[in-house]
């Protein structure tokens, strides 16, 4: 089984990229998925979260106020880094079992959706090529401006907070650019699809 890792900036497309992949009967694992899966109402781990960051970021009935929380937790890489050191090794033990299952039910190919797959590293190893989903920041703001109705201060401040896509670029084994329609976006991706030797 291929595995690959498939990551991009925030406004880049990567989501628009995993439903065409979909579409291509490839199996998509999606790390955002799984991450909101671990914090849905009732879940025990919201209240770990509200006893690392305080229980400003739960509503009147103890769920995760998820806008809030996204607020506080932007506003400083230790605050970040605090949520990651405690999701990601919970996203990785969920994902761990999905690709097994992937591998007993013979997928040919695998991808592995993963917004921060370079910042955290660890999957960075674990993959057998990556993708980069690649966009102008220009495209990148109006998207995310439509998309969450977020203003173009928060924007740029999400885009600062992760790793340049200059640097994404060059670490990536494919780039895939989404400047254009969906149609050429899935001419893209089928053809990458064509190229893998399984």
């Known amino acids: 089984?291929?595995?690959?890792?498939?990551?991009?900036?925030?406004?880049?497309?990567?989501?628009?990229?995993?439903?065409?992949?979909?579409?291509?009967?490839?199996?998509?694992?999606?790390?955002?998925?799984?991450?909101?899966?671990?914090?849905?109402?009732?879940?025990?781990?919201?209240?770990?979260?509200?006893?690392?960051?305080?229980?400003?970021?739960?509503?009147?009935?103890?769920?995760?106020?998820?806008?809030?929380?996204?607020?506080?937790?932007?506003?400083?890489?230790?605050?970040?880094?605090?949520?990651?050191?405690?999701?990601?090794?919970?996203?990785?033990?969920?994902?761990?079992?999905?690709?097994?299952?992937?591998?007993?039910?013979?997928?040919?190919?695998?991808?592995?959706d993963i917004p921060l797959l370079f910042e955290g590293n660890y999957w960075v190893k674990r993959v057998d090529e990556i993708w980069l989903v690649d966009a102008d920041e220009e495209i990148q703001i109006k998207r995310v401006k439509e998309r969450d109705q977020f203003s173009e201060d928060e924007i740029r401040a999400r885009i600062k907070n992760q790793m340049p896509l200059t640097e994404k670029r060059r670490r990536a084994n494919r780039i895939i650019s989404n400047t254009g329609t969906i149609e050429e976006l899935e001419g893209r991706i089928g053809h990458l699809l064509d190229e893998q030797k399984l």
């Open 1 to 112: 089984m291929k595995i690959i890792g498939l990551t991009g900036g925030i406004g880049t497309g990567k989501s628009t990229v995993s439903k065409i992949l979909r579409s291509f009967q490839v199996k998509v694992i999606d790390a955002d998925e799984i991450s909101r899966s671990l914090l849905l109402p009732g879940s025990p781990y919201v209240q770990e979260l509200a006893a690392i960051f305080g229980s400003s970021i739960l509503d009147d009935v103890g769920n995760l106020e998820r806008k809030r929380f996204a607020e506080q937790v932007f506003a400083s890489v230790e605050t970040r880094k605090k949520l990651e050191n405690f999701l990601h090794p919970l996203i990785r033990k969920e994902m761990g079992v999905a690709i097994e299952a992937a591998r007993v039910a013979g997928e040919k190919i695998l991808v592995l």
